[in-house]
């Protein structure tokens, strides 16, 4: 296969509500949209956004970057093996150096366009026997009253799972109470998940733990500032712990030392990068015992699309809820019709990834 011609496309996407990180308000998402297209005709897309705060790259790299892709991809000839090589066709250039985000729009792409070729759906090229729908999860957010009241909803729509965020806007004792409402009024069926995304100090964590417990957690996210004391804490505890920026630093020969002492691993295609790699990762996850929770960064419907399909190639028979509900935030898509993700408890594979949908070209400059 040979790449006659390859495209970058910038977007600037108004927020439904202003996202609060962890140094700045973001009133938009800015990224990247990246074409690659055979001599034979066939198309594939990527999307690379980095996450402001989380992210390890900026746009302007990630855009540099993105150039230079098109400099040594632009008319060289692809491997026809290089999907059952390796899955990762950034190893087929000369310098496969990228940063997570772009290295997961050309992977998506490279994929997208391989599955055109084959006229299979992306999905059923990566596994023999994909997921036909995926459950997602609830990410609740506002006030107390306003969390507490947005529970009919979870109910009635069917959610299995919910995420809050923990050790940002309220005070640990706040933090503890709203938990200890959520646990009463959740009930069984409602896996309830915790993120604090690094916030406290192994204290602050301990005195956070005591508080809650008693209490059915899924799992709680990045309770601390230090990582190396997550082992020791999981220990005293007995909380499920959850690696979601630990994973940066997480490789398939060291993901057996966390297995020792972590519930779930949360991927983020855009943090963590890589398309096939990435769900080969969460095969290994699972065969360790360690859940693979597949997670959104505030991406558009484009790399939303890449990440179910990933999920629904993992080897878990019982996939965890995604955490799809980000793209509520996302008031303007690129792609049309939007994917059918708001105040959805689960997604049709088929449908998702399958659909054709336009682009939506206003939204777009070709940079």
Not at 245 to 259: C, G, I, N, P, Y
């Amino acid at each position: 296969m040979r790449i006659s011609s390859f495209g970058v496309f910038r977007y600037k996407l108004p927020l439904a509500e202003p996202l609060q990180m962890p140094r700045r308000q973001l009133h938009r998402r800015e990224g990247l949209l990246l074409r690659l297209a055979s001599a034979e005709g066939d198309v594939g897309w990527g999307e690379a956004v980095p996450l402001p705060g989380f992210s390890t790259e900026r746009l302007q790299q990630a855009t540099r970057e993105a150039f230079k892709l098109k400099r040594i991809t632009t008319g060289r000839e692809v491997p026809d093996d290089w999907m059952s090589e390796s899955g990762d066709f950034s190893r087929t250039l000369d310098d496969p150096e990228l940063s997570p985000s772009v290295r997961f729009a050309l992977e998506q792409a490279a994929w997208m366009l391989a599955a055109e070729a084959c006229e299979t759906p992306v999905h059923r090229l990566l596994a023999e026997d994909p997921h036909e729908t995926l459950p997602l999860s609830r990410l609740l957010t506002g006030e107390r009253e306003e969390i507490l009241g947005s529970l009919k909803e979870v109910k009635e729509n069917g959610y299995r799972a919910v995420k809050l965020k923990v050790g940002r806007e309220r005070s640990l004792d706040e933090d503890i109470e709203l938990v200890e409402a959520l646990g009463e009024r959740l009930g069984p069926g409602v896996a309830l998940r915790l993120d604090a995304n690094r916030a406290w100090r192994r204290e602050e964590a301990r005195r956070f733990a005591d508080g809650i417990d008693g209490r059915d957690v899924a799992y709680l996210e990045e309770p601390l500032v230090d990582p190396d004391g997550l082992p020791a804490f999981a220990e005293e505890t007995g909380l499920p712990v959850a690696l979601d920026e630990t994973m940066r630093d997480v490789s398939l020969v060291t993901l057996d030392e966390h297995a020792e002492y972590a519930e779930a691993v949360v991927l983020k295609p855009t943090i963590l990068g890589g398309f096939g790699g990435l769900a080969y990762l969460a095969d290994k996850a699972t065969d360790l015992g360690l859940r693979p929770v597949w997670s959104a960064a505030y991406e558009a419907g484009m790399a939303m699309m890449g990440l179910i399909t990933l999920a629904a190639c993992a080897g878990d028979n019982d996939p965890a809820p995604l955490g799809t509900d980000t793209y509520r935030w996302i008031e303007q898509d690129v792609v049309h019709p939007r994917l059918k993700l708001d105040n959805a408890s689960s997604i049709d594979v088929e449908e998702a990834v399958t659909v054709k949908r336009t682009l939506n070209g206003h939204l777009l400059r070709e940079v």
